[in-house]
């Protein structure tokens, strides 16, 4: 399994594309890239998908076109799904962004696996930032939104956020393997090992 990151937009929101042998994976295009549509065209006899983590703007702006033009699932947790099409829930109205409305082709919950291709991916809920935050687990690698970041945690000050979920929430990652490498939506990789040392989040929980 191959990643690459590219942060795109205003806020740098860190777009993963990731490739298998059979599958390829975009997760929270934030804005259109045509470096991302290429991604998923030349991988085209493969499964491919993309995969929202939450549904703030700056990282699900660029996800309809890129599905209109590559023909790829959308899927976005259940709980956080009208975000894609209420904007104030996005936070587009509060940050200006330009938004166009659309909806999932599937919705996830915590614990379904989700197949694509050779690719299994476990979705782990993990509300705080929203109420559907998602993280997507794939082998031993963790794209954790806007849940976990290297040295910090998301906002909990926006709408649908709720601080004592996000510690609930930190809680359940912290019984995670120490090994696992956790790609967050902003900022520098890290592990959970690493997080559970020097994020000052942990010892709140
Ligand atoms: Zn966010």
Redesign the pocket.
Known sequence: MEIKVLPLGLIAANCYMISSNEAAIVIDPGKYSPLVAEFLIQNKPKERAILLT?S?F??ICGAKQLRDETASDIIVSKKDEEGLFNTYLS?SDQFHAKQTPFHADKTVIDGEFINIGDLKIKCIETPG??PGSMCFLIGNELFS??TLFSGSI??TD?PGSNHFEMLSSLKKLSAFSKTINVYP?HGESTTIGEELLSNPYFSEI
Do not use: M
């Open positions: 939450h703030h700056d990282h936070l930032h929203t939104g806007d998301g906002r926006f939506g």
